[in-house]
């Protein structure tokens, strides 16, 4: 088999489509092994006169084709394997269709598939050119009429978008429904389930008094589990409305829980598809995790209601358009719902680790990229979250206000098209007078800026001098950045508070800022650069550790302060690991117990400050990277402050969790730090540390310190609490979210035969895409120091499943195939055998998906 590289798609090579589809009429008669889809087509030239029909599509079975009731003759069209081609077409015309597909055999999860014995659909982004030939690219929009018929008794509930219509029975038990959709949409947006259901209801009216049937679809017995979703999605109705003056506008909102997915969720119009790990949760199964995500991907999904559909992207190079501001809505919701800055810290977490990373790596691209290999291997953090850090630098420039605005000239401007980020731009610029030209060069350039921070103190004056100095790292394909505007919230702070607060928008290479301080100021104040971390940029500064010490102390801000922690507690890990220094310093332990019990009325942050970075954080600090000694540093740092933390750690853990349950961020922030003491009794010297964590497991209310307790235990007992896991195991058999996460804690925990082990498990299967990540991502994202074990062991662990979910399934292999990107700043032994395997498995046959992320990988 042979490795097949995607040609390049170019932005520059955008062109309209050159007719309309005024109208799609859809006809499923659905069947797992043969569904029949027929498409009416109404179609009307837009373009040239000479200008051939293209339709998108792949792997269909064409069974007839005509135009205008005719049946074409086969010399009048010809069929690839990726589009059908009319080359001599009428001006106006109905194109009539019939294709068969066999959604049982459709492994890649896009398109119309199987999953549970019911029929769902994934078609972003090009997933609808797998149900019938049709314009597959967002620009062409176009309302849906969906008839669908299926056997009654197997699949007594028809879902599509828009609003239901006419339903009744047909011959041999089978019965049919409609679903007329009012607003043009693009084919990514269409959706379609059908199956058996048990159904979580509820409604809302909206600010303009309207009345939405919610409708929230699950596996039998799991409806009393959708509860939390439910709520979260009323929550995000409102908070649209609240803040953005966007109400719902269809008369139904439906929601989807499906099993095997390849992503979080879909925003398909008026029918939300979800990974049912993003919906089914109560105490005893879900962690505190698990309903702040769901809360967070709710509210997403419903978000994208206007940020997507009904304003959706020119071309996939727009994605960002959609994606980085519909991020950047929701983790604004979330801090409503939630702590602000513990919000703000964890959101800055996900993007160093993963954005950071992806950006410093050989897959670098930029938000808005110009070219790509394969367009599902652009669903990355650098769209996402880097868009959303873009999105918050607008807001932050221009003020609430203007933001608010320029947001409403955009719904209003724009309302039922497809476009581009410049339009999106032009909308801002109209509202505030500015010119956003090299601001939007943040969309075209890759890589994390760097900022070197530099203070002069003149005592003489009272006068301290800032220099600010920008350099954006080269990235694949972009040797050569320009300086762009980096907004800095900035503060000069002493004992007392803060002497002075500002704004600087660093829009050149360098700046130099001179402020004047008070004659009562003697001693050179602290420097508090990118407070609440205005933009996504990476600080160089050389402070003294005293300096350092005391920013923990002084900070006013609370990102700046968790972050003073956390650069203290980077530069002692990589002390630790580089040998330089044999045990970690009392001092900072000290410090760092001291901080955490201070924070103790704001219990979501002293967890957080407990939380030591990541090993894959620590890559980008210093390079070549070392995991192992990586790992060994982290353990050792960790299980010095869970000594010097036991006495608050037994208090804490000594008052009961709180009761009756509730998922809410009051008892959520309780949880995260008994959950925080429960980590570091996994590493406590302490000899009863184990005991007092089996104690903690067996004795659980509810799965967030369950979990946790028997992770905790697992370490501990190093990887000897098979007991324990064979207890959880038998509880939860049945219940394949909660057996994902058992899979997860054994491959964070465990080594490359603990994964051959898993892979080996009965409950193991390739098809589901949680689970194979619950072993392979959870392996190779979060167990660095197995995973890139110098003896090359965690490679040929998980090198056979990339290889075979590949086969089934390209979205999923290649975003597997991701947690090889670092592999160049390794330490000379992992890297050679990471190259070894990226090598071996291009030589195997991939995917395109695939062979996109590995070539560029190895680049
Ligand atoms: N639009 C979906 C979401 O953000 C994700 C779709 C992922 N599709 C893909 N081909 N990667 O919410
Ligand atoms: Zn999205």
Redesign the pocket.
């Known amino acids: 088999m042979r490795t097949e590289t995607p040609v390049s798609v170019q932005l520059s090579d955008y062109k309209p489509y050159p007719f309309e589809i005024e109208q799609v009429n859809l006809r499923f008669d659905l069947d797992p092994d043969a569904t029949k889809v027929r498409s009416e087509l109404k179609v009307r030239r837009t373009g040239g006169a000479g200008d051939a029909l293209v339709l998108d599509g792949e792997g269909l079975t064409l069974r007839s084709i005509s135009i205008d009731g005719q049946a074409l003759d086969a010399s009048c069209y010809e069929q690839t394997d990726k589009a059908l081609i009319i080359a001599s077409v009428p001006d106006a015309f109905t194109l009539v269709t019939e294709v068969e597909i066999a959604p049982s055999q459709n492994t890649a999860l896009?398109g119309l598939y199987m999953s549970g014995g019911r029929f769902c659909t994934?078609c972003?982004?090009?997933?609808f050119r797998r149900i019938t030939f049709y314009p597959d690219r967002p620009d062409v929009m176009s309302a849906f009429h969906v008839w669908m018929a299926a056997d009654k008794a197997t699949y007594p509930i028809l879902l599509s978008n828009g609003t239901p219509g006419e339903t009744g029975e047909l011959d041999d038990g089978r019965h049919y429904a409609v679903w007329d959709d009012p607003h043009k949409k693009p084919s990514y947006l269409f959706a379609l389930c059908a199956g058996d259901y048990d159904v979580y209801r509820d409604s809302f009216t909206t600010m303009n008094g309207d009345e939405i049937a919610l409708a929230i679809h699950v596996d039998k017995g799991d409806a009393e589990r959708a509860a939390w979703a439910m709520d979260s999605l009323k929550r995000s109705m409102t908070w649209d409305e609240q803040t953005y003056g966007r109400a719902y506008d269809l008369g139904v909102f439906n929601i989807v829980a499906v099993r095997d997915f390849?992503?979080?969720?879909?925003?398909n119009k008026g029918l939300n598809v979800f990974n049912s790990a993003y919906v089914l949760a109560d105490e005893a199964t879900a962690t505190d995790a698990d309903f702040e995500a769901i809360e967070s991907?709710v509210a997403?999904?419903y978000f994208?209601n206007w940020t997507?559909n009904r304003i959706t992207c020119r071309d996939w190079f727009q994605l960002c358009l959609?994606?980085g501001l519909?991020v950047f809505r929701d983790q604004n919701f979330s801090a409503d719902m939630r702590s602000r800055p513990v919000q703000r810290i964890k959101d800055v977490i996900r993007l160093r680790a993963r954005q950071f990373a992806e950006d410093a790596g050989p897959l670098a691209h930029s938000v808005r990229p110009d070219h790509y290999g394969s367009?599902?291997n652009?669903?990355t953090a650098t769209v996402?979250e880097k868009g959303a850090e873009l999105i918050g630098m607008l807001r932050r420039m221009i003020g609430e206000e203007l933001y608010r605005k320029g947001m409403d000239l955009y719904f209003e401007r724009h309302d039922g098209q497809a476009v581009t980020i410049e339009d999106f731009y032009k909308c801002f610029e109209d509202v505030t007078g500015e010119d956003f030209t090299q601001f939007r060069l943040w969309y075209a350039q890759a890589g994390t800026p760097e900022v070197t921070v530099e203070e002069n103190w003149k005592p003489e004056t009272h006068e301290i001098e800032i220099t600010l100095k920008q350099k954006t790292p080269a990235t694949p394909g972009q040797p050569v950045k320009k300086p762009v505007p980096i907004p800095l919230e900035m503060a000069l702070l002493d004992e007392e508070g803060n002497l002075a607060e500002w704004t600087t928008i660093l829009e050149d290479e360098d700046v130099t800022l001179t402020m004047e301080m008070p004659d009562t100021v003697t001693e050179p104040p602290l420097v508090s650069v990118n407070r609440d971390f205005t933009a996504p940029i990476r600080l160089n500064r050389s402070l003294t550790r005293e300096q350092r010490l005391a920013m923990v102390r002084m900070e006013t801000d609370p990102f700046n302060q968790w972050d003073a922690v956390q650069t203290l507690v980077k530069a002692e890990i990589l002390a630790l690991s580089e040998g330089s220094q044999a045990e970690p310093d009392d001092a900072l332990v000290t410090a760092l117990a001291g901080a955490v019990e201070q924070a103790v009325d704001d219990p979501a942050f002293a967890a957080l400050l407990t939380r030591l970075p990541e090993v894959g954080e620590m890559f980008l600090e210093r390079q070549p990277a070392d995991a192992v000694a990586l790992n060994a540093a982290r353990k050792k740092l960790q299980s010095a402050l869970a000594a010097k933390l036991s006495g608050f750690s037994a208090e804490t853990l000594g008052k009961p969790t709180p009761a009756p349950f509730d998922p809410g961020a009051e008892q959520a922030g309780i949880r995260a730090l008994r959950t925080a003491m429960i980590v570091l009794l996994g590493v406590s010297p302490d000899a009863g540390a184990a005991d007092t964590l089996r104690g903690l497991y067996d004795n659980a209310t509810n799965m967030t310190e369950r979990l946790a307790a028997l992770r905790a235990y697992t370490v501990q007992k190093g990887g000897k609490a098979n007991e324990a896991l064979a207890d959880f195991e038998a509880t939860w058999k049945d219940n394949p979210l909660v057996m994902d996460k058992w899979f997860a804690l054994q491959a964070t925990t465990g080594d490359a035969e603990t994964i051959k082990t898993l892979a080996a498990h009965p409950a193991f299967d390739l098809r589901n895409p949680n689970r194979v990540r619950s072993v392979v991502a959870a392996f190779t994202m979060q167990n660095l120091a197995a995973f890139h074990a110098p003896d090359g062991s965690g490679y040929q662990a998980v090198e056979e499943i990339i290889l075979k979910a590949d086969k089934a399934n390209p979205?999923l292999g290649a975003r597997l195939l991701t947690a090889f990107e670092q592999w160049r700043i390794l330490e000379p032994q992992a890297k050679a055998a990471a190259e070894a395997t990226l090598k071996r498995l291009q030589s195997a046959g991939l995917s395109s998906n695939a062979a996109d992320i590995v070539a560029r990988a190895l680049g």
């Open positions: 896009s994934q972003e982004s090009t997933g390849n992503f979080g969720a879909m925003e991907i997403h999904e994208h997507g959609k994606e519909t367009i599902d652009l669903y996402y979205a």
